[in-house]
Every structure is written in C-alpha cells, then in structure tokens.
C-alpha cells in the first residue's frame, strides 16, 4: 500500500484521480477538455457583460482560464 507523509487512505484515492486525469489527457486530449469546458459551463459564472478594465485580477484569471480550456477543446 503506497502512502504519502500523512499516513491516510485518502492519498491512495488523491493518487488514483491524479493518475486517471493524466492518461485521460494523454491518450485523449480533446475529450478531456471538452469535458471540462462544460463543467466549467455549469460551475464558473461568465463575464460577457462586465467591461474588461474594470475587472479584478481573479476575474481576469478566470477569464483566461476559460479561454485556455475553450482553445484546447476546439
């Protein structure tokens, strides 16, 4: 049984989903993004109507996180 420094089961689970997102990028990448990108749909808000310059940084970075996934899922 493989355990990180804590000593808890819930590694062997953290370690079996870091494993899967990883082959499911490698053997097929554009699923995997569209997958994302419609989560992301139903999870993070969109921002088509507030004025750009007037956005925080977090709003930019989720901005930019959401043009990421679209560009890769296409």
Same mark, same amino acid.
């Given at each position: 049984?493989? /355990? @990180? !420094?804590? !000593?808890? %089961?819930?590694?062997? *689970? /953290?370690? *079996?989903?870091? #494993?899967? @997102?990883?082959? +499911? *990028?490698?053997?097929?990448?554009? #699923?995997?993004? =569209?997958? @994302?990108?419609?989560?992301? =749909? @139903?999870?993070?808000?969109?921002?088509?109507?507030?004025?750009? %310059?007037? #956005?925080? +940084?977090?709003?930019? #970075?989720?901005?930019?996180?959401?043009?990421? *996934?679209? =560009?890769? %899922? /296409?």
């Amino acid at each position: 049984m493989i /355990l @990180l !420094g804590t !000593g808890n %089961s819930e590694d062997i *689970v /953290l370690i *079996v989903c870091i #494993l899967f @997102l990883l082959l +499911t *990028v490698i053997i097929n990448k554009k #699923l995997f993004f =569209k997958v @994302l990108a419609k989560v992301n =749909k @139903l999870i993070i808000p969109t921002m088509m109507q507030k004025d750009f %310059s007037n #956005l925080k +940084t977090t709003d930019k #970075l989720i901005i930019a996180y959401r043009y990421w *996934v679209t =560009k890769n %899922s /296409l």
